[in-house]
C-alpha cells in the first residue's frame, strides 16, 4: 500500500494568451532580470499558506510541501532569517517546509551554503539535494552538509527496468543515502515496474506521474482530506 506524504510545489504561469505555461518558459527570463528571488520569495509564502490552511483547518502536522531554492536565494545571507519568518508568520511546523538544492549549487558557494544549510536544519527545515547524480559531484560534502535527503534525478529511472548501469546507479545512491542516514527519494516515477524496482531497491520514498499529475492547491487539499493513495513528495 502508499500513503499521501508530501508535495512539492511547482509554479506555472497562467498566460492571458498562450495558456498555462511550464516554467522552462520563464524561469531563464526571471534568473536573467533578477526577478527570480522575488518569484522564490512568492512560492515560499504560498507554500507556508498552504500548509498553515492543512496544519489549523485540518489538523494535519504531517503532510509536507517541498519548494525548490534558486542559487542567488540560497546565496544571501539572511535567507534562513528570511524563511523563519515567513514560517513564523504562517504559524506552521517547520518540519513540514521542505526546501530543495541542486548539487551544484552546493558545490559552487560552499561556505554560505554550509553555513545557511546549517542553520535551516537548526530550524527544523528539511533540506534535499534535489537531481542528485546530474551535477558536479559533491560526495565530499555529503558528510559535513548537514542535508536531510537525497532526491534520484529521473534521468537515471528510464532504463531501471533494464538491469544495466542505471540500476547499479541508482541501488548506489540508495545504499549511500542509508549509510549517512539520510532519506532517499526517487522523482519522476511512472510506471509500475520502476516502482516495485524502487520499492526492492530499500527506496524510501517516490514521486511522478504513476502516482500523480501535478494538481491546483484545491486539487491538492482534497487530496490531502481524502488521503488518497500515493507517495506524493
Not at 509536507?64 to 513564523?88: E, F, G, H, R, W
Not at 530543495?100 to 558557494?109: D, F, G, M, P, W
Not at 554550509?114 to 546530474?134: P, Q, W
Not at 522523482?187 to 520502476?194: A, K, L, P, W
Request: proline share 3%; net charge negative.
Amino acid at each position: 500500500s502508499t500513503e499521501l506524504v508530501g508535495f512539492e510545489a511547482l509554479i506555472r504561469w497562467q498566460h492571458p494568451e498562450r495558456g498555462l505555461l511550464s516554467p522552462l518558459y520563464f524561469i531563464p527570463l526571471a534568473e536573467e532580470t533578477g526577478l527570480i528571488v522575488h518569484l522564490t520569495e512568492w512560492v515560499l509564502q504560498q507554500a507556508c499558506q498552504q500548509l498553515s490552511v492543512w496544519q489549523h483547518q485540518q489538523g494535519n502536522t504531517t503532510t509536507s510541501i517541498s519548494v525548490n531554492l534558486c542559487a542567488s536565494y540560497l546565496t544571501q545571507p539572511d535567507m534562513p532569517d528570511q524563511i523563519i519568518a515567513v514560517a513564523k508568520a504562517a504559524n506552521i511546523d517547520p518540519s513540514t517546509l521542505r526546501l530543495e538544492i541542486t548539487e551544484t549549487q552546493i558545490v559552487s558557494n560552499a561556505d554560505i551554503c554550509m553555513t545557511n544549510i546549517s542553520r535551516l536544519r537548526e530550524a527544523s527545515f528539511g533540506v534535499y539535494i534535489d537531481d542528485f547524480g546530474t551535477g558536479y559531484s559533491s560526495l565530499s560534502y555529503l558528510a559535513s552538509f548537514k542535508v536531510s535527503t537525497l532526491k534520484i534525478d529521473k534521468s537515471f529511472l528510464t532504463n531501471l527496468g533494464d538491469g544495466g548501469k542505471e540500476a547499479h546507479i541508482v541501488q548506489i545512491i540508495i545504499s549511500l543515502g542509508h549509510h549517512l542516514d539520510l532519506t532517499v527519494i526517487a522523482e519522476g516515477v511512472e510506471t509500475e515496474e520502476q516502482l516495485n524496482i524502487l520499492r526492492d531497491m530499500g527506496c524510501d520514498l517516490v514521486q511522478g506521474y504513476l502516482l500523480s499529475k501535478p494538481v491546483d492547491s484545491e486539487t491538492a487539499y482534497k487530496m490531502v482530506l481524502h488521503q488518497q493513495s500515493g507517495h506524493v513528495v
